[in-house]
DNA sequence: CGCGTGATTGAAACCCTTCAAGTTTAGTGG
DNA sequence: CCACTAAACTTGAAGGGTTTCAATCACGCG
């Protein structure tokens, strides 16, 4: 049966059928247990993650022991520290499982291979690059510009289905607001009878 | 006389003296006076911009005609609303010249020739975005996870120069905080005896 | 059942903003 | 080169949004 990241493949890289089986034996796919750690702080990240199954969370920890959420990945989305993985660094961040997950781990052989032997797939890479700066960008602009509720309603138009998924604390570090703000905020829309979740 | 422009790529991206003849006529530079855009919102974004000589911005404005600077550019930086470039959407963003600014205007045309005439061009490239994410990602993280001050401290660090060259009130802009904010801040770092600045 | 985790609520404190008024600085024209 | 003006920066007082800390409630799981 294809899996998830093969059809993801040929989908978006335009990666064809006699490619896959030579990039097949390259697809090493890990499962993760709820909590458990794909990257920790102070290891060299070696790959880059495509979630298969379940959901991850890219986050840092601060001086006071405070989590702060940089991303989500459920289903068909990527994750890595990009940083440590390309210049060779310890990493600053930890990635781990908030569901039970399956992950494809993508390292450099994989993508110099693809890379060889389909131009589309490099194209397709620099896509994926630039698609992330792109949003990173959108995030700071909102983190700079709107309050705690207008950042909780992009959140939950722009990811109906994470609303449901994670749990609320998390969805507030990913914010930058406290759990017991967030708790009030949805008060609040309550209240204006708003019901998007 | 060789442009700023020539002898990055020549030491950065590995672009060597007869590849630079064959690109030459290809590099396009143009004179911005202060206040002058490179880029308006609703604009298609056409070009990356490397900065040669002054200083230019990168910013939203929102509903409320507030300014919010997502990056600085002094010389040797990039600057481009990579999301509208690479995807042909028009822009929400503004990019305008801080001081009197030289700036070259790369185009698709130019990267698709370097890419084709140098791999290492490739290489380098990706190297930028990937850069530019790290930034982006430490950005976030920094905007989640610290107060006024420690922004400031965080700026005045990574950026000595444009402390100096910035008006405050960008400044303030790039950290999310008012200009008053600001001032009262530096007040405080000012009683604390420090001398950053 | 009882424990632990997550969500809610309240009150006080804190950080930052807003608005309004000054002061300083920088640029312009006489 | 000074005088004038506008823009930038500072300062104060009041207000708003968010955090903190603490207590309570709700729920799922051993």
Chains 1, 2 share one sequence.
């Not at 969370?57 to 702060?68: A, L, M, T």
């Not at 660094?89 to 291979?113: K, Q, R, W, Y």
Request: glycine fraction near 4%.
């Amino acid at each position: 049966m294809e899996s998830a990241f093969e059809s993801y493949l040929k989908k978006n890289a335009g990666i064809t059928e006699p490619q896959l089986s030579q990039l097949k034996n390259k697809i090493i796919t890990k499962a993760f247990t709820k909590g458990e750690f794909l990257l920790h702080k102070g290891q060299v990240c070696r790959h880059s993650f495509f979630i298969e199954k379940g959901l991850a969370r890219f986050y840092s920890i601060d001086r006071e022991g405070k989590e702060h959420i940089i991303q989500f990945a459920p289903e068909n989305w990527f994750l890595s520290d990009r940083g440590s993985l390309f210049f060779n660094e310890s990493s600053e961040f930890f990635i781990d499982a908030i569901e039970d997950t399956t992950a494809v781990m993508i390292d450099e052989h994989f993508n110099h291979l693809a890379s060889e032997i389909s131009p589309q797939f490099r194209k397709y890479n620099e896509r994926i690059l630039q698609n992330h700066i792109r949003h990173l960008q959108k995030r700071i602009s909102q983190l700079i510009g709107a309050s705690a509720e207008e950042r909780y309603l992009d959140f939950i138009t722009l990811y109906p289905d994470l609303t449901l998924r994670v749990p609320q604390w998390m969805i507030a570090s990913f914010l930058g607001i406290t759990p017991e703000s967030l708790s009030r905020v949805r008060k609040v829309l309550a209240k204006k009878n708003f019901h998007g979740f």
